[in-house]
């Protein structure tokens, strides 16, 4: 079960893997953009909002459980939210934005939904599997 933690993790061995300079890496107790990477060869940035199928926090009653339908899209929207927000921020200054999620049957029921508007917005989506290896999708 892979914690919002843990999705950050796996994007950034898998970016740095390809090349790309991790600058900022903001885990749940932290404010900001969850990754934020430069591959050496662009003068871009790439920003990316992660979210995981658990909750990081041992204290709630979520920890260890899949986050249910509701949660899922919840979370779907608050990433979409964040990466459009992203977007418009950086308009102008060539930045990349991401979402990065667990490859789930429900995070890919949500994220289905918004496909035409995240393609139109030119938001890549990164999958990380249950093993921690990433695939864009």
């Known amino acids: ?61 979520r920890y260890g459980r899949p986050f249910d339908s509701a949660q899922v899209s919840v979370h779907i929207r608050e990433a979409f939210g964040t990466a459009a927000k992203l977007k418009t921020e950086t308009h102008g200054l060539g930045d990349a934005v991401a979402i990065a999620l667990p490859e789930t049957v429900l995070h890919h029921r949500y994220l289905n939904r918004i496909k035409s508007a995240l393609d139109s917005l030119g938001i890549v989506v990164y999958f990380v599997q249950p093993d921690r290896s990433v695939k864009q999708g």
Do not use: F, W
């Open 1 to 61: 079960m892979l914690t919002e933690n843990d999705v950050i993790d796996a994007v950034c061995a898998h970016l740095a893997a390809a090349g790309y300079e991790i600058i900022q890496r903001s885990y749940t107790d932290a404010k900001g953009i969850d990754i934020v990477a430069r591959h050496p060869q662009a003068a871009r940035r790439l920003l990316i909002e992660a979210k995981g199928e658990t909750s990081s926090d041992p204290r709630t009653k």
